[in-house]
């Protein structure tokens, strides 16, 4: 089925509107426009499991599309559709009695190196290893605070309405974050200076 520009062209929430009239087109493009961010979103979360993110982003559209009208189209659907995901991740946080440390503590031992010759040891797929499991080990408020702005590349204000927080405590979360990245990811030496620099935006 081809859509037409005028159906592609729409906001979400005008495409909300048409949802709630039982328009299948405009549930179309809404899911075209976000499953893939969803199922990102899910696995960053829930552990690295793609068969859970899967099933998490169907379940979410399948509360879309089963209760549209819960959306107040007068709001941001982009800051609606995360609170509604975060809250799933919530709740099977709670259902799993998931702790800060998901995985158990998993240490990997870097060469007795030292200088250029460790740089060179580490290549970046080890880095982002190393920062997936340190990630995992943080609590869910930080994590999650963390994924939405690096990840999902979501403003300050967006990511303290779906986490009902001042932008100030969203800041301070990420600024502690940071801190506790860089004493976990120390052993990277220059490489932790990328993180620290491609981060310090986040609290501007």
Partial sequence: MILGRSYLDKEDEELMKLVQRKDSKAFEVIYDRYSGRMVNYFYKMLWQDEEKAQDFMHDLFT???EK???FDVRKNFKTWFFSVAHNMCKNEYRKQGVRSEVHGSVEKDIPGQSGKETLKAIDESNFNQELQL???ELDEVKKTTFLMRYNDEMSIKEISEIMECSEGTVKSRLFYTLKILNQRLKAFD???VWILIAFSKLLN
């Fill in 68 to 70: 549209p009208q819960h």
């Fill in 134 to 136: 340190a990630l995992n």
């Fill in 63 to 65: 509360k879309l599309i």
């Fill in 190 to 192: 220059g490489l932790i």
